[in-house]
């Protein structure tokens, strides 16, 4: 669980994240959005103690943020940057073993040989494990650094999950495989938070969406709730039509041309 009051963060004289509060839960998918520069990854930086808020507090699973080091973090925190892009000479296996790392001092055992491979046979990926990783296309290597983040949590009551734009770049087919691994990992128990652009995809994946503008919480709820044509307009400066689905179980926004 994360929970979160009067986040600050600022860098000079500019505020980035400002007066910030929200919880994510676990067994929910929370979906981080909002224009271009609102802070989402800064905020997402601030959760993951990547950065350090000037003011506020954050816990995790109960402890105050500040208490835990990055050691500590490691054993039950997963973050998927932004940009995974590596060009380097490892092969599918060595990248999902790196989730491992956190668990062990000199070599892996057993057990975290076997967790890498089922993390990476979850992600459809085992039959690539002795490929060059720059041998993959986009969305494959995304789906093993999934599977990396997924070795390094598994199976962890108390796992959280933090996601930055994790389909940017990818066709439909890999923005679907994502976010229903995201989702299945909140149901089964897991606190997921996850950046996304797609507003549409968001009101899709999401059980609670928190709405950012110009580092302020403009609103948080389900997303019938939060996705108002009002609000959208207010925070995106675009006219849109929502149109509410029963069948599909979820909103549908459509810009007005």
């Not at 996601?163 to 066709?171: A, Q």
């Given at each position: 669980?994360?929970?979160?009051?009067?986040?600050?963060?600022?860098?000079?004289?500019?505020?980035?994240?400002?007066?910030?509060?929200?919880?994510?839960?676990?067994?929910?998918?929370?979906?981080?959005?909002?224009?271009?520069?609102?802070?989402?990854?800064?905020?997402?930086?601030?959760?993951?103690?990547?950065?350090?808020?000037?003011?506020?507090?954050?816990?995790?699973?109960?402890?105050?943020?500040?208490?835990?080091?990055?050691?500590?973090?490691?054993?039950?925190?997963?973050?998927?940057?932004?940009?995974?892009?590596?060009?380097?000479?490892?092969?599918?296996?060595?990248?999902?073993?790196?989730?491992?790392?956190?668990?062990?001092?000199?070599?892996?055992?057993?057990?975290?040989?076997?967790?890498?491979?089922?993390?990476?046979?979850?992600?459809?990926?085992?039959g690539f494990k002795d490929r060059l990783i720059h041998q993959l296309s986009g969305g494959e290597q995304q789906r093993v650094q999934l599977a990396r983040i997924l070795a390094q949590i598994y199976q962890n009551p108390n796992g959280i999950l933090l996601?930055?734009?994790?389909?940017?770049?990818?066709?439909l087919q890999y923005q679907q495989i994502i976010l229903d691994k995201a989702r299945k990992l909140a149901k089964q128990g897991l606190t997921v938070m996850c950046i996304l652009h797609d507003i549409n995809l968001a009101a899709q994946y999401a059980d609670?969406?928190?709405?950012?503008?110009?580092?302020?919480?403009?609103?948080?709820?389900?997303?019938?709730?939060?996705?108002?044509?009002?609000?959208?307009?207010?925070?995106?400066?675009?006219?849109?039509?929502?149109?509410?689905?029963?069948?599909?179980?979820?909103?549908?926004?459509?810009?007005?041309?």
């Open positions: 669980m994360i929970e979160a009051t009067g986040l600050h963060f600022k860098i000079g004289s500019r505020n980035i994240v400002e007066n910030v509060h929200f919880s994510a839960k676990p067994g929910e998918m929370l979906a981080v959005i909002g224009p271009n520069g609102a802070g989402k990854t800064t905020l997402l930086k601030l959760i993951s103690k990547q950065l350090r808020a000037e003011s506020g507090e954050i816990q995790i699973n109960g402890k105050n943020l500040a208490d835990l080091t990055l050691e500590d973090l490691a054993k039950f925190r997963a973050v998927l940057p932004q940009s995974n892009y590596l060009n380097i000479n490892l092969t599918v296996f060595e990248i999902a073993l790196m989730g491992r790392y956190p668990h062990f001092k000199s070599k892996p055992n057993e057990s975290d040989l076997e967790i890498t491979s089922e993390a990476l046979r979850e992600m459809g990926m085992y996601m930055d734009e994790p389909i940017n770049g990818l066709d609670q969406i928190l709405v950012l503008k110009q580092g302020k919480r403009i609103a948080m709820g389900s997303p019938e709730e939060v996705l108002s044509e009002d609000l959208i307009f207010s925070t995106y400066h675009t006219r849109v039509k929502k149109i509410s689905d029963q069948q599909l179980g979820y909103p549908i926004i459509v810009p007005i041309t």
